[in-house]
């Protein structure tokens, strides 16, 4: 079997004169970079002379040259992702030619390319070569949440969410004729994909928070209440300054274009957004990881969009070690009082290194004390790894975009920046308490992955969701009146608890419930609480309130959720029509041809693909 060795990641540097020297006292460094073993050129080998801003990146041929050297004694390296970096003494004289070549040793922790000894018509297959065929795309199981007593669990705690990778991905799949998994359908993020009526967020508040009640859609004799959550808006000009670290992904299984060539255009429109006290470095990783831009500032775009462009797909995927060298990376260039994160892109699949689930959350969970955020963005399809994906994020105090087209990366990057980018709050989580003389029962809509135990809500070590600048937050709640028979499990009545058509009186009487919320500044580590009343006042629902409870309602036909009752597609049609209201971007009117698609291609008959 030919050794496949498929690390060739080009890489982008510039070769800047010196402005120290005169020319005439400057030499030039030319050389070869080859593999040790092959005697092969490498191509987009890193040649840097250290010390200085000097540097550049090899052809085709594996040549290289770096002029306008200032004449003196240089240590220069060469780097290449998978290879041992190497250094040599070199002597520049003025006006002279000095030749340094390079010999590089395969990294012993990278890993060749995986092929597949898969035999067709006498033919190996490598990974690449299967293609659309080979799909390996997995998704974290979601039991969907059911009704509860209010006499018995009075109080329903979770984490804000404001995840919206899973519209997106949903969006994939039915533009692809196809339905999408079950557990690929999170609710929570449908329904969050979409902006709402701001509010007005009053004083030294960070955000505001605002309820509606209606009648649920799905079930008349039932109440839906919508909680939301808004935070301040920023002006763009007014951000702190950034400095980012972009964690790319490169391994072979990025080679597809709705992955590393898509990602170097979404990541395009974000180094336009630069300002000139910004800052950016670039990490890449596949059998390896590396530093392939050192932290630049954002008046220097070019040299930014010139690295992302010379990157090409190749190796394994060592994740851990990408993720480890971007917070090392982070941590070093850290702005005080500024927003230092880490933005990777990836389909997911890390398989070098830490790569089991809990091996990633357990990495990110130490790197998220420095005080780096993280934003995940997932790409392609195939082998998407959604449930690692929202993991990482979740557990690294940051959010999760899937980027399905250009569109959607001008969304997250350059429309929603401030609320992608900007953390306001942190560890966010919210309680709410039920009022037994009005409620009977209740099941929060989505957030199966992100409920609390309720002594969590006052425990201000336990981690949550974070707020950014704009973000608005969206809770839906499915009530059954006192009175109303609660839908539950085949169980018994409770011998020693009072029963839902005797509800007690206990002098909050026009309250349905109680919602509080604790939050702590970024940089705190102590928690500031919020609470609000919902009044038990049914009226006329907003635009905002349609819209999300038709979201709220496909989601839930998407699932085959049991509590769907007769709602239909056309059900959900109407509803989400009524609530388009203003639609400025658009949103609302593809959300509309969604449903429309999925019930002319009858795809809520259709067997769901991917890992359930």
């Known amino acids: 079997m030919r050794t496949l060795l498929t690390l060739a990641i080009g890489i982008f540097a510039l070769t800047m004169p010196s402005t120290t ?40 041929t594996g040549q290289y040259r770096l002029v306008s050297v200032p004449a003196g004694e240089y240590t220069v390296s060469v780097t290449f992702v998978g290879y041992v970096t190497q250094q040599q003494q ?3 004289f003025a006006s002279r030619e000095s030749v340094a070549d390079f010999a590089l040793q395969t990294d012993t922790q990278s890993v060749q390319e995986l092929v ?13 070569a299967l293609g659309a065929n080979f799909n390996t795309e997995s ?15 009075p109080l329903s705690t979770f984490s804000v969410d404001v995840d919206r990778a899973s519209y997106s991905n949903i969006r ?33 508040q960070l955000f505001a928070i605002t309820t509606e009640v209606w009648q649920a859609p799905w079930k008349p004799k039932h109440q839906l209440v919508k909680i939301g959550l808004q935070t301040r808006s920023i002006d763009l000009d007014n951000l702190p300054p950034n400095s980012l670290v972009f964690l790319l992904d490169v391994s072979g299984s990025m080679g597809t274009d709705d992955k590393l060539p898509l990602l170097k255009k979404a990541f395009a429109l974000l180094v336009d957004q630069l300002r000139p006290h910004d800052q950016v470095a670039i990490v890449v990783y596949a059998g390896a990881a590396g530093l392939v831009l050192p932290m630049t500032p954002g008046t220097q775009r070019e040299e930014i969009l010139g690295a992302l462009e010379l990157l090409h797909a190749g190796g394994s995927t060592a994740g851990g070690q990408g993720i480890r060298l971007a917070y090392e990376t982070a941590r070093k260039h850290f702005i005080e009082s500024g927003n230092n994160r880490v933005i990777l892109a990836t389909d997911g699949d890390f398989n070098i290194g830490p790569s089991s689930d809990a091996e990633m959350v357990r990495l990110i969970e130490k790197e998220r004390e420095s005080g780096v955020f993280l934003t995940v963005l997932g790409f392609g399809t195939g082998n998407l790894k959604d449930s690692k994906m929202e993991q990482i994020a979740d557990h690294g105090n940051g959010n999760f975009h899937y980027v399905d087209g250009l569109l959607e990366a001008k969304k997250v990057l350059v429309e929603e920046m401030g609320g992608t980018l900007v953390t306001l709050a942190k560890d966010v989580k919210i309680q709410v308490e039920f009022n037994p ?31 950014g600048a704009g973000h608005t937050v969206t809770a839906l709640f499915e009530l059954v009146p006192a009175g109303v028979p ?77 509590h769907a009752g007769d709602f ?3 059900d959900v049609l109407e509803l989400a029509r009524s609530g388009k209201g203003n639609d400025p971007r658009g949103y609302r009117g593809e959300f509309i041809r969604l449903v429309e698609a999925t019930r002319d291609l009858q795809l809520l008959t259709a067997e769901t693909d991917g890992d359930e």
């Open 90 to 92: 070199v002597t520049v």
């Open 486 to 562: 609660v839908p539950r499990e085949n169980t018994d009545e409770l011998r020693y608890q009072p029963q839902a058509d005797a509800p007690q009186v206990n002098g909050f009487e026009d309250e349905l419930m109680f919602v509080k919320v604790r939050y702590k500044d970024p940089d705190e580590t102590k928690s500031k609480r919020m609470d609000h009343a919902v009044i038990h006042r049914q009226g006329s629902p907003t635009d905002d309130f349609r819209f999300a409870s038709a979201v709220a309602g496909f989601g839930m036909l998407l699932r085959d959720s049991d």
């Open 139 to 153: 998704y974290a199981h979601i039991s969907e949440n059911d009704f509860r007593l209010v006499s018995t669990s």
């Open 21 to 60: 020297a005169a020319q005439s006292e400057a030499g030039t460094i030319t050389g070869q970079v080859t593999d040790m073993t092959s005697l092969q050129p490498l191509a987009g080998a890193i040649v840097t002379v250290e010390g200085t801003r000097i540097r550049t990146a090899t052809g085709a």
């Open 116 to 128: 597949l000894n898969y035999k067709q018509g006498g033919r190996r297959i490598s990974m690449d």
């Open 568 to 570: 239909t597609l056309t």
């Open 437 to 467: 003389a009005r409620v009977a029962g209740y099941r929060l809509i989505g957030y199966e992955n992100r409920l609390l135990a309720d002594e969590d809500f006052n425990d201000d070590a336990k981690d949550a969701g974070e707020l």
């Open 172 to 204: 994939r799949f039915i533009q692809d004729g196809k339905r999408p998994p079950v557990d690929a359908v999170r609710i929570e993020e449908m329904i969050n994909y979409f902006p709402y009526r701001k509010s007005e967020v009053s004083g030294d």
